[in-house]
């Protein structure tokens, strides 16, 4: 596979300013030197607490938000510097589905406009061409050609997120941003939701991002997973080896809270201790050390990088004591120690 999307010091700061004069007293590092390769064709799922990040980064991939600093390359383009028409043309390439499948649609305007106004913006200006291209899309995500006609309170949820991956889908983009598109629907809808979306991708060629903070649909849905903790991605590597081998003592310990669907059967928690630190006010070296169960004092002093594993160069965690690599540690540190 070869990458369609590329992410490289991706930073996004948020001012925060107060007084009479407004003036920035701080910065919220909401994104923080995050750097991804996204493979054409694949789910790449994105996990972690609310708070981390996650959606900011989504939206700064399909330019909702502009980038403190930093590059996204889309099939070698770098979208962070695309202004007025180029940025517009982008946009019928990359695409995002929202959490919410209400409050992203107009309460006063039929669902059917809904999704064709994308197509008038980019330039199909006839009408039944638009009219016709709006009912094969919702036919294919499982609706009737009638439904266009419809407000979108006359729809249930799921039937709604529907017509949001209609919307999102009816330009035919190549990448799509899936912010959480199933987190507010019923477990029963999700799974249909969660096929379609993957019936689509194979159908439509898709490349998806896909954020959640449940690890069982991302553990459905994805090739790889990557974990994020405060603004930072701190885990990636493949769906299967996460899951069974992860590095990162963060990954384990939300692993640990995934509940296994046999009665009488529990996992052994890893409780974290405190609460999630500010991105306000970062703590020094590894961001997770606070809460880490088994930091050592090197993780204090110094930001770890996200490396690869002695044993698995394509397992990335950014760990001083669990990618297999201590020579950059103190000899009293250089033994992994064990949750």
Known sequence: ?????????????????????????????????????????????????SGCGKSTLGRLLVRLLDPTSGHIFFDGEDLATLQG???????????????????????????????????????????EERHQRVADMLRLVGLRASHAQRFPHEFSGGQRQRIGIARALVLRPRFVVCDEPVSALDV?????????????????????????????????????????????????????????????PYTRALLSAVPIPEPGRRRER??????VPSPLDPPSGCSFHPRCPIAAEVCSEQEPELRPSAADPGHLASCHLRTGDYRHLAPENRE???V
């Open 1 to 49: 596979m070869s990458s369609m999307v590329e992410i490289r010091d991706l930073v996004k700061y948020f001012p925060v300013k107060s007084g009479l004069m407004r003036r920035t007293t701080g910065q919220v590092k909401a994104v923080d030197k995050v750097s991804l390769l996204i493979e054409k064709g694949e789910t790449l799922g994105l996990v972690g607490e």
């Open 85 to 127: 028409k180029a940025l517009q043309t982008l946009r019928s390439k990359v695409q995002i589905i929202f959490q919410d499948p209400y409050s992203s649609l107009d309460p006063r305007t039929p669902v059917g406009n809904s999704i064709g106004e994308g197509l008038l913006v980019h330039g199909v200006s006839d009408a």
């Open 188 to 248: 029963s809808v999700q799974a249909q939701v969660l096929n379609l979306l993957k019936e689509l991708q194979n159908e439509l060629d898709l490349t998806l991002l896909f954020i959640s903070h449940n690890l069982a649909v991302v553990e459905h849905i994805s090739d790889r997973v990557a974990v994020m903790y405060l603004g930072r991605v701190v885990e990636i590597t493949d769906r299967d080896t996460l899951y069974e081998k992860p590095l990162h």
């Open 270 to 275: 890893t409780m974290l201790e405190g609460d």
């Open 336 to 338: 992994p120690a064990e």
